[in-house]
């Protein structure tokens, strides 16, 4: 009986011993693999976070630029050069966020978290419009998109499956409200009507102005094809 029993021990030693030979390796990788996604995912939160804080800050009011009388002047067809637009780049701060520079205000990101290739960011801006559906015309928006692209290293027992880095990026699209110059600048009749009321200190002295009229047009104003 006692030699039956001790075979048994043995037996039972040896099938956890392969089970553990068998199902370790498998654990392990199954660990470090939720290791690498939870980075994947730090670094995907942070490019989201960067396009947002480009749109933040390209979106910022500035009245004296965008609502001013200076503004409205500027933006009169007879005087006005064709109209710029810019916007902040998402740089790669937020993803390294090395607050030296001050270009992003987070803290210092772990080494851990730092992507495994540069980082680019552009950003596009412009006038854009909205149209179809119930809408009679076009609503104008100033439009930005903003991107970011960088690289998560893939740990090398998963290179075979997912290669040796994973391409992380983000990119969204953000809209504003039309400064005075945009409105001038893509509907024409707004243009020329506010221009010609203004002809006698802007253009010609010698011109008389002519008032805008005391009933507003109804009609859908046309934006120009630039817009």
Do not use: K
């Amino acid at each position: 009986m006692q030699i039956m029993a001790l075979r048994a021990r043995h037996a039972t030693r040896g099938q956890a011993t392969l089970e553990t030979a068998v199902f370790l390796p498998v654990f392990l990788i199954v660990l470090f693999g939720v290791i690498w996604a939870v980075q994947s995912s730090v670094l995907s939160e942070r490019a989201q976070i960067a396009v947002r804080f480009s749109g933040l800050i390209s979106d910022e009011a500035d009245p004296y630029q965008q609502y001013s009388l200076g503004a409205l002047y500027d933006g009169l067809p007879g005087i006005a050069a064709p109209e710029t637009y810019t916007c902040s780049t998402p740089g790669p701060d937020a993803l390294t966020n090395n607050p030296t520079d001050g270009t992003f205000p987070g803290p210092q990101s772990p080494t851990f978290f730092q992507p495994a290739s540069s980082v680019n960011g552009s950003c596009t801006p412009g006038p854009t419009h909205l149209s179809g559906g119930t809408m009679q015309s076009p609503m104008l928006f100033v439009h930005t998109q903003s991107t970011v692209q960088t690289s998560a290293a893939v740990p090398g027992y998963l290179q075979s499956a997912l290669g040796s880095s994973q391409n992380i990026s983000a990119t969204q699209n953000f809209f504003d409200g039309p400064d005075m110059e945009t409105m001038l600048t893509c509907y024409s009749e707004i243009g020329t009507a506010v221009e010609q009321s203004l002809a006698r200190t802007v253009l010609d002295v010698s011109a008389a102005p002519t008032p805008l009229p005391d009933t507003p047009n109804t009609s859908p104003l046309v934006l120009s094809n630039a817009c």
